[in-house]
């Protein structure tokens, strides 16, 4: 993304991120809510990063409550930018998910 003028560099959109499931142990156990702000043009990588998740542990990343996480096991789009008021949910396999080995039905 290219940004044009002179304090576009200042720019930064506001983001909550959720965790669930086994992704809360990446996170303060009191704030598994919380409000982030990253520079325009973040991703998803950028918080994958900097919650230091392993991407073998996610199973599950929802935007706004769309699923960014298209393929059963590791297609994950971290390229995916980040939208001012974006809410992003964590999450790694639940038990009878495909993730688990159970098939989907």
Do not use: K
């Not at 990253?38 to 918080?47: F, M, N, S």
């Amino acid at each position: 993304m290219t940004l044009l003028g002179h304090n576009s560099a200042d720019l930064t959109v506001s983001i909550t991120v959720r965790a669930f499931n086994s992704m809360t142990r990446f996170c303060d156990p009191e704030r598994l809510e919380r409000e982030i702000s990253y520079p325009v043009g973040a991703t998803i990588g950028d918080i994958v990063r900097d919650f230091n998740i392993p991407l073998a542990e996610l199973f599950l990343i929802l935007v706004n409550g769309r699923d960014v996480a298209p393929g059963c096991v590791g297609d994950i789009r971290l390229a995916h930018q980040l939208e001012d008021g974006d809410v992003i949910a964590l999450s790694g396999p639940v038990p009878y998910s495909f993730g688990y080995g159970a098939p989907v039905v």
